[in-house]
């Protein structure tokens, strides 16, 4: 009897050998949150042969879909497509010979978790405000930084405000990694935020996060980005309309708690990319407040006010650049933190004009934008704003007057034109992704790049109703949650292997195991400019999960705005998405699969 039971001891743990070494492959790389029941659904498989594939249940006890591999250009890899599998459940991609899949789930809704972690990364990246266990549970925190007695640097000395002059400004968030606050990149932070709810206000309606605000009769992304936006407003002189560039420590605070952090801070010089970027959102936030007069009360005019002074002041100061080079070879102390200086600013102008135009109608705003208005838009950046203005115009372009609307159809086209560059291709590339569509996708904040795109083509479907545009974006949210070359889902919190060690202070400072959730990394960076270790120098692969790595893993506010965009909409256009596979299926899944057992 003795020797019966150690040799069924035997057995098991040679089963359990055999099962752990079946599971959780890198070498089999695909969205680890999961796939919508009739969307579609694709892993890149690394190092197979041609043959089959299966999709097994967590259990690993029943095999419910078998497929057949098909390789990509250049048979540097297999896809295993398995859309035609529509079962709700938690599964694994099985391959003979490389073994399991993270395991993933297919069900509706499948990202809203997502949507709401990255909305509410907002929160914890809250300045002047303690974080209590109720809305921030284990990642709860002491207030920090509460920017009451903020002093005015040389560089942004006047006679009004002379240098060391004590100013109030908190609140905002913290920009990245980091404790400081930027004007530039809140600029495109606040205006893709508000773009989400411009765009989807009945899904922004019921994306809610768990902040203080929760209970009141507006939108959380509403109500986080007001926590912002009013920061913002007290960044602006109100003696001559100018925005000061950023609120900063002259150095980069250590590794350290918010409340253990207390440097001297900043205003720092004005600049023109500032006041302009603070122009547009001023604008933008004003049309959206004045639908809720009753629960922001003067708020909207308050806004318009500040937008329009801000613009005055960026025509009087067309070139004001923020050098820091120059300022600190002139000035005390020497500002050594995140400099977002930007030599061309007709984007900038393009997007502040653009704003005031579709929130005032007045004419001379339409005709401020006409020198920038033809050049072709790029993806998103926070020096490169360009197209956030051609968002603003197509969504409101209908409304507009009929001579106005005329002029305006080629902006429409030129979104179009962007998206098809994106989708080009797809196909063709390792990882069937819009991302890696040029070798420069891969630099500082790609993941941005990732989401930007996604958000591009999230516009191009609104525009034209071709779903294509939106199998792309739902490709590049697949992208940021596995499906890529490094085989990390970059969203802590998310996923079987997501980011552990962001650069990120709270995250290293808050004796925590787990990083603050929701937070999209850098990712991959071939620059490296941080000096660590990394496992690769390809382009798709120069990522590291360490916190040393500030080049690909840091994380920042503007990287993670096109993410709340993105799978917010994906979230909020399924049905349209669902649709599009249902119809078009038969002719995708060559040479197909078949559903072997339910589960």
Not at 18 to 39: C, E, M
Not at 194 to 201: G, H, N, S, T, V
Not at 203 to 218: D, F, G, W
Not at 514 to 542: H, T
């Amino acid at each position: 009897m003795q020797g019966s039971l150690g040799l069924l001891g035997l057995l098991l743990l040679i089963s359990l050998s055999s099962l752990k070494a079946q599971q959780h492959t890198d070498s089999i790389r695909l969205n680890q949150v999961g796939f919508y029941p009739h969307g579609p659904k694709r892993a890149v498989v690394l190092g197979a042969k041609p043959g089959k594939f299966f999709i097994v249940t967590a259990d690993l006890h029943h095999t419910v879909y078998t497929g057949y591999l098909r390789t990509t250009p250049g048979k540097k890899a297999f896809v295993a497509d398995f859309s035609a599998f529509q079962a709700a459940g938690t599964y694994s991609v099985q391959v003979p010979g490389i073994g399991l899949s993270h395991p993933f789930q297919v069900r509706g809704q499948v990202h809203a978790e997502v949507a709401r972690a990255a909305l509410k990364s907002y929160y914890f990246q809250r300045a002047s405000t303690a974080l209590p266990p109720r809305y921030a549970g284990q990642w709860s925190r002491s207030a920090g930084h509460p920017d009451t007695a903020v002093l005015v640097h040389p560089s942004a000395a006047s006679v009004a405000r002379p240098s060391g002059t004590v100013l109030h400004s908190p609140r905002g968030w913290y920009d990245a990694g980091d404790y400081n606050k930027y004007v530039v990149n809140s600029g495109i932070t606040l205006g893709t935020l508000l773009a989400l709810y411009e765009d989807f206000p009945a899904y922004c309606e019921r994306l809610r996060t768990n902040i203080p605000e929760s209970t009141n009769q507006l939108p959380d992304v509403l109500d986080e980005s007001l926590w912002n936006l009013r920061w913002l407003l007290s960044m602006q002189d109100p003696h001559d309309g100018g925005v000061y560039h950023k609120l900063t420590n002259a150095s980069f605070d250590a590794m350290v708690m918010p409340a253990a952090a207390r440097s001297p801070r900043y205003l720092v010089q004005k600049s023109t990319a500032a006041t302009l970027d603070f122009a547009a959102v001023m604008a933008q936030a004003s049309r959206i407040t004045r639908r809720f007069a009753a629960q922001v009360p003067g708020l909207a005019d308050s806004c318009l006010r500040a937008a329009t002074s801000a613009w005055q002041w960026a025509e009087a100061h067309p070139q004001l650049h923020y050098r820091q080079a120059e300022i600190n070879r002139k000035a005390a102390p020497v500002i050594s933190t995140g400099e977002y200086g930007d030599e061309d600013l007709s984007d900038e102008a393009l997007w502040a004009a653009t704003e005031l135009y579709i929130t005032t109608g007045q004419a001379a705003y339409f005709e401020a934008m006409q020198p920038a208005l033809r050049q072709a838009p790029a993806v998103p950046s926070w020096g490169q704003v360009q197209a956030l203005a051609f968002y603003t115009l197509a969504r409101f372009r209908p409304q507009l007057p009929t001579h106005t609307q005329q002029e305006l159809k080629f902006v429409d086209q030129q979104l179009l034109a962007l998206a098809d560059t994106l989708v080009a291709g797809g196909a063709q590339r390792p990882y069937q992704t819009p991302m890696g569509h040029r070798l420069s996708d891969f630099n500082w904040g790609s993941n941005a790049n990732a989401a930007n795109q996604g958000v591009v083509l999230i516009q191009a479907f609104r525009l034209s109703g071709n779903r294509q545009y939106l199998r792309a974006a739902l490709d590049n949210l697949d992208y940021l949650l596995g499906r890529n070359a490094t085989g990390y889902s970059f969203v802590t919190g998310f996923g079987s292997k997501p980011p552990q060690f962001p650069h990120h202070r709270p995250s290293a400072a808050d004796n925590v195991v787990a990083p603050v959730p929701g937070l999209l990394v850098g990712g991959p960076n071939p620059g490296r400019q941080d000096g660590c270790q990394y496992p690769s120098q390809q382009p798709d692969q120069a990522y590291v999960d360490q916190l040393c790595s500030y080049a690909s893993n840091e994380v920042a506010i503007n990287w993670n705005a096109p993410l709340v965009y993105l799978s917010s909409a994906l979230e909020a256009l399924a049905d349209n998405l669902d649709a599009a596979t249902r119809r078009s299926g038969k002719s995708q899944h060559k040479p197909g699969g078949q559903v072997t057992r339910k589960p």
